[in-house]
């Protein structure tokens, strides 16, 4: 499975980005995906996650510094999932990366190294 991060950019404070997680194979499949950030200097944080809910529906959890300005969105159909970023600060530019498939299953969470599949990350940068 191979994941494809694209739609970072350079943005002003209060704007907004939508990121692009392309998946190789069926993204119904996948018992998680999540979005993590990396700031320079800093740790990577996890900062949403969506998984299958059942009739093609889907589940997620942001983190609590995101949370009512990030929204997770899935094309079924193209197998994509999206990061929609609403009212960038200063404190988003980091690189945004996704990942797949998490052995203890998604409502539980899990760091980077434990997803089985990752991408290479795509940059945001706010000024």
């Known amino acids: 499975v191979q994941l494809v991060e694209s739609g970072g950019g350079s943005v002003q404070a209060g704007g907004s980005l939508r990121l692009s997680c392309a998946v190789s194979?069926?993204?119904?499949?996948?018992?998680?995906i999540g979005w993590f950030r990396q700031a320079p200097g800093k740790e990577r944080e996890g900062v949403a996650r969506i998984w299958p809910a059942g009739g093609r529906s889907w589940d997620t959890w942001y983190g609590g510094s995101v949370k009512g300005r990030f929204t997770l969105l899935v094309d079924n159909a193209k197998d994509v999932v999206y990061l929609q970023i609403n009212n960038l600060e200063l404190a988003d530019t980091a690189m945004y990366y996704c990942?797949?498939?998490?052995?203890?299953?998604?409502?539980?969470?899990?760091?980077?190294?434990?997803?089985?599949?990752r991408g290479q990350g795509t940059q945001v940068t706010v000024s």
């Open positions: 194979k069926d993204i119904y499949s996948r018992n998680c």
């Open positions: 990942a797949a498939d998490l052995r203890r299953g998604c409502s539980a969470g899990g760091i980077w190294a434990e997803y089985f599949y």
